[in-house]
Nanobody, 117 residues
Framework: QVQLVESGGGLVQAGGSLRLSCAAS????????MGWYRQAPGKQREVVAS???????YSADSVKGRFTISRDNAKSTVYLQMNSLKPEDTAVYYC???????????WGKGTLVTVSS
């Protein structure tokens, strides 16, 4: 069974940076998509960024130019480098891994990012 463990959340001032990590363990699908969603208080969960096992990336318009997603396949880990953080980036950030052939996804428990103004 695949498990995901996120780390790197915390409190940062506006304009600051944080780096989130998500390590996958267990029976990981060789072909997969890893990425991040976030959910702010009172709002629906929204996609932030994703990256395929071959390195293709997607980023939401709201984070383009500020957030960068990357991965280390040898470590089965995905990263989210977040720069120029804004108060509206405050949310719980959830990591996921998805098998594109079956659309089955596994989710992490989430890590809280708080950006103060």
């Amino acid at each position: 069974q695949v498990q995901l463990v996120e780390s790197g959340g915390g409190l940062v001032q506006a304009g600051g940076s944080l780096r989130l990590s998500c390590a996958a363990s267990g029976s990981i699908f060789s072909i997969n998509v890893m990425g991040w969603y976030r959910q702010a208080p009172g709002k629906q969960r929204e996609v932030v960024a994703s990256i395929t096992s071959s390195g293709y990336t997607y980023s939401a318009d709201s984070v383009k130019g500020r957030f960068t997603i990357s991965r280390d396949n040898a470590k089965s880990t995905v990263y989210l480098q977040m720069n120029s953080l804004k108060p509206e980036d405050t949310a719980v950030y959830y990591c996921y891994i998805r098998d594109p052939r079956t659309d089955m996804a596994i989710w992490g428990k989430g890590t809280l990012v708080t950006v103060s103004s």
